[in-house]
């Protein structure tokens, strides 16, 4: 497992470099330092009011959402895998003038970075749940790190979704987990497809079940979980937009789930 760390480190390393450089449909920095938010409307509407709350934001990158929390007037922490996205991140919140700390470390450790800590809100979004190679262990983490009554909040891209060929025309890739992890091999990245040197990547499938599960088991009470028949993200080539944040699988003729959602709440 600390070998496949260590590759997916140097992979968000390598794609940190590429993102910040890159104006994509996933991130636009020139934007960002404009004022504009990075936040998508579903996680604004289901999250709600976060002024003055602590919040705790999981696998940040490079922290323009977390940035855009803290712009909407929550107390932000962001944690990452990658240094450079962490270094990233510091320098932006600098920048920008916003209160933020941002700290390097493993989500499946987070006593290691954070202590005893604990948040009102721990956040989490788009495409983490894939980098997860213990699903119980995260769930506990975020448990022994949310306050009494604090909020966990997931949006995420639904593993129906991910299933897809890069034509999004087969199911070609598995949506049951087997614990060990499936590597990837390409250019470029999920936010800039074709640009890049070529990076080994290690991913690991989860059902929305095993997610569900692995939460409940952690203790946390599970308020909802919805599904979205669309993304709010253009970040496949086979998704074609409908209108103002909300992406389908081009030719589809039903709806099928694109993303999920799940509030839960401890105790």
Known sequence: MDRHLDDNRKLWNAWTRLHSTTVSACYDLPAFR??????????????????????????????????????????????????????LARKLAAEQGLAAEFVCGDVLDLGAVLGDRRFEIIFSSYGVLAWLSDLDRWARNIASHLASGGVFYLVEFHPLLTMFDDDGVHLTYPYFGTGEPERYEGEGSYAAHEEGARHAAYEWSHGVGDVVTSLVSAELSLEYLHEFPYSTYNAWPFLDEQGPERFTVRGLTQSIPHLFSIRAHAA
Request: a negative charge; aromatic letters at 4%.
């Open 34 to 87: 404009a004022g504009s938010s990075s936040l998508k409307h579903i996680e604004i509407d289901e999250l709600g009011d976060v002024t003055g709350k602590t919040l705790l934001h999981l696998q940040c990158h490079f922290g323009v959402d977390t940035l855009s929390w803290a712009r909407r007037g929550a107390r932000v922490t962001g944690l990452d895998l990658s240094d450079e996205a962490i270094a």
